[in-house]
């Protein structure tokens, strides 16, 4: 019987356990990266990836990736990555807190989707790096469903 426990924890371990929302790097030096949770939602031909941040004050955007699809061949439920120039032409971040502090300059990253379905219910994952002009750094991970607004 105490078999039957472990073995959904081999199978999670097996299969590379799961993905979390993530935010890290180098800039968390200057500005707080905590978050309480992720949101995913497309308007129009935009992705928007924000990592969302509650207190008794009201809402922060910790960090707000935009990723402007039009002109990229979207696959249906499948891998996407975007780098270099591609990247900076089709990615606005954007931060949005109490203290109006907000990010530097990007100079230069990638994005790298897992899975996207772009369409509401559809489901996005993956990572980003941006590097800034001042060589600090800013991580990510995402996953979940998005939702149409």
Same mark, same amino acid.
């Given at each position: 019987m105490k078999n039957? /426990?472990?073995?959904?924890?081999?199978?999670?371990?097996a299969s590379g356990g799961c993905s979390h929302d993530s935010l890290e790097g180098s800039i968390g030096d200057r500005?707080? *990266? %905590? /978050? #309480?949770? $992720?949101?995913?939602?497309? =308007? =129009?031909?935009?992705?928007?990836i924000e990592y969302i941040k509650e207190s008794n004050r009201g809402v922060e955007k910790i960090c707000k $990736?935009?990723? %402007? +699809? =039009?002109?990229?061949? $979207?696959p249906d439920g !499948?891998? *996407? &990555? $975007?780098? #270099? %120039?591609v990247f900076l032409s089709h990615i606005e971040l954007q931060r949005t807190t109490f203290e109006n502090d907000s990010f530097p300059q990007v100079k230069d990253g990638y994005i790298h /989707?897992?899975?996207i379905d772009f369409r509401d219910n559809g489901k996005a994952? !993956?990572?980003?790096?941006?590097?800034?002009? &001042?060589? *600090? +750094?800013?991580? !990510?991970?995402? +996953?979940g469903n998005i939702e149409e607004i």
């Open positions: 039957l /426990f472990f073995l959904p924890i081999v199978i999670l371990l500005l707080s *990266l %905590d /978050f #309480d949770y $992720l949101q995913i939602r497309k =308007q =129009q031909l935009f992705l928007i $990736l935009t990723v %402007d +699809t =039009q002109g990229l061949e $979207l !499948g891998s *996407l &990555d $975007l780098e #270099d %120039d /989707f897992s899975h994952e !993956g990572k980003f790096l941006c590097i800034f002009v &001042d060589s *600090l +750094t800013l991580r !990510g991970e995402f +996953t």
